[in-house]
């Protein structure tokens, strides 16, 4: 797993260096790359937008 988000952020700095990000869909695309790698770690949603201010909620007071 750490392997795969050490690519993942290595892949995002090239990106963001060489200015490849042109499209829309390449951003989806890059965000579904991402999605699919931390998943196992994402196992009660705390990742997922639609989930308005998760962390919020979650917090200790």
Same mark, same amino acid.
Request: overall charge positive; glycine content about 2%.
């Given at each position: 797993?750490? $392997?795969?988000?050490?690519? =993942? !952020?290595?892949? =995002?700095?090239?990106?963001?260096?060489?200015?490849? %990000?042109? !499209?829309? #869909?390449? /951003?989806? @695309?890059? %965000?579904?790359? /991402? #999605? $699919? !790698? /931390?998943?196992? =770690?994402? #196992?009660?949603? =705390?990742? !997922?937008?639609? /989930?308005?201010?998760?962390?919020? $909620? @979650?917090?200790?007071?």
């Amino acid at each position: 797993m750490t $392997q795969s988000v050490s690519e =993942l !952020t290595s892949k =995002l700095s090239v990106l963001i260096k060489h200015d490849a %990000v042109k !499209t829309d #869909r390449e /951003i989806d @695309t890059f %965000v579904a790359e /991402i #999605r $699919q !790698t /931390i998943a196992p =770690l994402n #196992r009660v949603g =705390l990742f !997922t937008p639609p /989930i308005p201010n998760m962390y919020h $909620q @979650t917090a200790a007071k």
